[in-house]
């Protein structure tokens, strides 16, 4: 195996925990990298520690462009990108030693388009393990181009994020990012995917996600409802090439967006947008209610909602506190030092 494989790694205000991730890439076991690191116009010290790196290891790209955002960083490097395979890396998250090399030898023995490999989500002093989707011992599993799709728009095994993966790079080369957004991967991955006849699923984790330590609701703001943009522009695209799921589609959407209407309200913000929000609920509830049929949970949210969707926040509330003081035993997410 000596193709070359390109690493796209947008660069933003990360000073802290840039060294770990460019470390976790140049010490690869799979060593035909191009490493493409993208300063997008950062007001720290990256641009001058990208050009460091690049001056001690022939294979780094430094980049340095205007402040546009994650998805104008990645389509920049995507255009010096040579190598038969790509990656992206968000430059807070870091590699395991052999992720490269595994996701490589995977993808040529299964004749796959992409790979997608598991990942911890890494606190400052541990790391989770999504165990209740992903297995460590689990053998690899494959998905033709329909499956596939289905599993990306329930969203557990395989993530719209664009990063834990290795694509062939002629699949993703002429399809760029959405500028301007956030939640960019949700307007991007169906569009990959559509291309994709075989895709396969390592349960081995990889990836380290970087989690931050700040509240949702602390950091939470209207520009994150552009999520629910990319959920209706991508039950579009379903209801066009792919009709058979629109309910799970219709039923990611629902739950969605009571998630951002309880935000809207613990923000004590964003009035017009809740409005809007309660409108296409109300305008598309028969839909909906075929959709969440089957699950109990969201049908009775559904019912609480259309009532008023205070009532429903008001139920959220109650059942938090009951379940404080009545605690229920749950799975808990494998946790690693």
């Not at 165990?131 to 599993?141: A, F, H, L, S």
């Not at 209407?261 to 028969?286: A, D, M, P, V, W």
């Not at 959220?316 to 379940?323: P, Q, T």
Request: glycine share 6%; charged share 30%.
């Amino acid at each position: 195996m000596s193709e070359k494989i390109s690493i796209v790694i947008p660069v933003y205000k990360v000073e802290n925990y840039l060294d770990q991730c460019i470390n976790s890439v140049t010490g690869q076991t799979y060593r035909n990298l191009e490493i493409i690191l993208v300063n997008d116009g950062s007001p720290d010290r990256c641009g001058k520690m990208i050009d460091e790196y690049a001056e001690r290891d022939s294979r780094i790209i430094a980049l340095h462009k205007k402040n546009g955002g994650l998805s104008d960083a990645r389509n920049f490097g995507m255009t010096y990108v040579t190598g038969a395979y790509t990656m992206f890396l968000d430059s807070d998250d870091w590699l395991g030693k052999r992720a490269v090399e595994n996701l490589l030898t995977t993808l040529k023995s299964n004749d796959a388009d992409v790979v997608q490999s598991a990942f911890y989500y890494a606190h400052n002093f541990y790391s989770l393990f999504d165990n209740r989707v992903y297995d460590k011992n689990g053998r690899e599993e494959v998905f033709e181009n329909d499956g596939l799709m289905y599993e990306l728009v329930i969203n557990e095994k395989v993530k719209n994020f664009a990063w834990g993966k290795l694509y062939k790079t002629a699949l993703i080369k002429d399809i760029p990012f959405k500028k301007g957004v956030l939640f960019e991967d949700v307007f991007w991955a169906h569009h990959v995917m559509q291309k994709v006849k075989r895709f396969v699923l390592l349960h081995d984790p990889l990836v380290y996600y970087r989690q931050r330590e700040n509240s949702i609701v602390a950091s939470y703001t209207e520009r994150n409802l552009d999520i629910l943009d990319g959920l209706k522009e991508r039950h579009a695209f379903l209801k066009q090439h792919y009709p058979h799921f629109l309910p799970e589609s219709c039923r990611m959407l629902f739950q969605t967006s009571l998630m951002h209407y309880n935000l809207l309200f613990l923000k004590r913000t964003g009035s017009e947008r809740r409005k809007e929000i309660r409108s296409c609920i109300l305008e598309h509830q028969k839909q909906i209610r075929e959709a969440v049929s089957g699950d109990s949970e969201l049908s009775n949210q559904l019912k609480l909602f259309l009532v008023h969707p205070y009532a429903n926040i008001g139920f959220l509330a109650g059942r938090k506190m009951l379940r404080k003081l009545l605690p229920e035993k749950e799975v808990p997410l494998e946790k690693v030092r």
